[in-house]
């Protein structure tokens, strides 16, 4: 016969193990979060870059990315990224514009898959941002756009806005 004290412990026990199989779940259902979103993510992996051979230039509306020169321009202003991760970060944002990358796409694309900080896209976006107003090139600038965890070269939202500006 069991006596309550014996009840009230093995209560416990059972008490201590549910929770820790409740932490264990918590834990697998995150892995398998995680597990799905990069499953997704390389789902919707673009193809890899086909980079353009020394010379060659992209155009995009009417910016022209010169992988010869390393730099961009409107026709009537000129930015010279040089041979930098900003170049050819701001290089595959061009090669698929109004589109929007994951973080972990473009750490793939432009970093190739090198460890790196949570905040390397977002450092690179500012410091396109700045390079292309300093040139000048404020729509460009404007263009480059971050949505959620996605970022993106948004040259029709760009558009868009800065006709609604000058119509005001």
């Known amino acids: 016969m069991t006596t309550t004290s014996e009840l009230v412990i093995r209560l416990r026990e059972l008490a201590m193990n549910v929770a820790k199989l409740e932490v264990t ?10 597990l799905l979103d990069l499953a ?9 870059l086909d980079l353009p051979h020394h010379g060659q230039q992209l155009h995009v509306g009417r910016f022209t990315v ?3 020169t390393f730099s961009v321009s409107d026709g009537s ?21 109004n589109r929007c990358f994951t973080r972990s796409q ?9 460890r790196r900080a949570s ?17 000048g090139m404020n729509e460009l600038a404007d263009a480059l756009r971050a949505e959620g965890r996605a970022y993106g070269l948004k040259l029709d939202e760009s558009l868009r806005r800065r006709q609604r500006k000058t119509n005001r």
Do not use: M, Y
């Open 66 to 68: 010169d992988r010869g």
């Open 119 to 135: 905040t390397t896209v977002r450092s690179a976006i500012f410091e396109l941002r700045c390079q292309f107003r300093k040139a």
């Open 40 to 48: 997704a993510n390389l789902e919707q992996q673009p193809p890899p």
């Open 106 to 114: 473009l750490l793939t694309l432009v970093w190739d898959s090198q």
């Open 25 to 34: 779940v918590g834990r697998c259902a995150q892995e398998l979060q995680s």
């Open 77 to 97: 202003h000129i930015c010279e990224l040089g041979n930098t991760v900003c170049f050819r970060f701001f290089e595959c944002l061009a090669r698929d514009p």
